[in-house]
């Protein structure tokens, strides 16, 4: 991997640690004020608000600034977030500030890798990647969960600065405050990514001619023969990944009792799953082998279903390690066949954007979906069978889209193959 690859890596991991310990603290604020059940549901659907109401801006504005600096002042956005909270700001309201700074923050994430490296290492860099993100989600749940237990909560709480009243009284106030300084060092590694030397796009004058651009780039990915199936998969698969977070969080409270603390290790068992998936596929597969691995979508809806009938930890640890890996195995090939046919197809930046704008407008939909569902008094086994439903039906019909595609524009879908293909072994 070429120098600055790890940096990235790095600022990622630290990045990717503190919001979903934030995810946890903010779940536990929320419960700690008796807030209902839907608004905790809700804290999903608010981190994905920005990333489809912004999706027309952020890719432009990734490729008008070395990437490393907008990483930077994502960061300093997502800390402006975590303060909102600690000075009273209803946490959904502060929460979605934070999912302003990772929308701003992503399509930099994973743009600077297709100018970094060359196609032929997409595969690998998106299982280092994606592994280490997967990494920072188990650390992240984990150390989240201890930030507002009965061991280190109390520790943190015994702070006492000298003629300062902080305004931190409570665990996830404590969680918080630790959190902004995780931030901070993500902040620090992003001031060492190098420059890449790709041609920067300048922002234009009238922001908002940004649209027609935007809305043509999402029109010509959904119309690319490859673009669409890699685009659809990876779309259903980060709605199922973003919303299994509060998921599992109400199953484990309803299946086993579970407070947040220990429930929080269950999320990290998922992740654990994940991180083996994206890297046995980042070593086995190929960036044309993407549709291959579509039927294991499906098997994913199936499995979520099958959470339901499960009531005992020692069951329940390698099922979910078993759903993680699924998703993981499959979303490390369509993530790098989708960046190659989107770089290819209108830039980095643009590509990620119009990327983001799918995953996390399926992200708010169903967290959305969910949240009504809880409010309306939907029990939580009833809302989870609805939702593995859903997604074994959506990955059915991804399947058939494929298969059509392959009979009725085999040529031009054997073309794009072959590109992805040369690409991968000549670069």
Not at 101 to 117: N, R
Not at 214 to 235: E, H, M, V, Y
Not at 364 to 392: D, E, M, Q
């Amino acid at each position: 991997m070429k120098r600055g690859f790890f940096t990235i890596m790095s600022a990622q991991f630290f990045s990717s640690l503190a919001d979903n310990a934030l995810f946890v603290a903010a779940v536990q604020l929320l419960r700690g004020s008796k807030a209902p059940e839907w608004q905790q549901a809700a804290l999903v659907p608010m981190f994905a608000l920005f990333y489809v109401v912004l999706a027309p801006f952020v890719g432009a504005f990734a490729d008008s600034m070395p990437k490393g600096r907008v990483m930077l002042i994502s960061n300093f956005i997502k800390v402006a977030g975590c303060l909102l909270m600690l000075l009273g700001s209803h946490p959904l309201m502060a929460y979605a500030i934070v999912g302003l700074g990772a929308a701003a923050y992503s399509p930099a994430k994973y743009g600077i890798l297709t100018e970094l490296l060359p196609a032929s290492q997409l595969v690998k860099a998106n299982g280092w990647i994606e592994g280490l993100t997967i990494a920072s989600i188990i650390l992240g749940v984990l150390l989240g969960g201890q930030l507002v237990g009965p061991v280190l909560a109390p520790l943190l709480l015994s702070f006492d600065f000298p003629l300062i009243d902080t305004g931190v009284h409570t665990p996830p106030e404590a969680a918080i405050s630790v959190l902004i300084l995780v931030y901070l060092v993500a902040a620090w590694f992003n001031t060492h990514i190098p420059l890449t030397g790709v041609e920067l796009r300048p922002m234009p004058q009238r922001v908002i001619s940004l649209l027609p651009d935007f809305w043509s780039c999402n029109a010509r990915l959904w119309r690319d023969k490859l673009g669409q199936i890699s685009l659809a998969a990876t779309t259903l698969i980060w709605g199922v990944a973003g919303n299994l977070r509060f998921i599992v969080l109400a199953w484990a409270a309803a299946a086993l009792g579970y407070s947040v603390t220990q429930a929080s290790a269950l999320q990290g068992v998922v992740a654990i799953g994940m991180a083996v998936g994206a890297v046995v596929a980042s070593m086995r597969m190929r960036l044309e082998d993407g549709p291959r691995v579509i039927t294991l979508g499906i098997g994913m809806g199936l499995l979520i279903i099958l959470l339901i009938f499960i009531t005992h930890v020692w069951v329940a640890v390698p099922f979910l390690i078993l759903l993680g890996a699924l998703g993981g195995f499959l979303v490390v090939p369509m993530n790098a066949l989708l960046q190659h046919r989107g770089h290819n197809l209108m830039g980095a930046g643009r590509s990620i954007a119009v990327q983001n704008f799918n995953e996390q407008a399926c992200i708010l939909v169903l967290g959305a979906a969910y949240s009504l569902f809880t409010g309306l008094g939907l029990p939580t086994f009833a809302a989870i069978t609805v939702f593995g439903v859903a997604i074994a039906g959506f990955m059915w019909l991804i399947k058939r889209w494929h298969a059509r595609n392959c009979t009725e524009h085999r040529a031009e879908v054997e073309h794009l193959l072959d590109i992805a293909r040369n690409d991968h072994s000549h670069d």
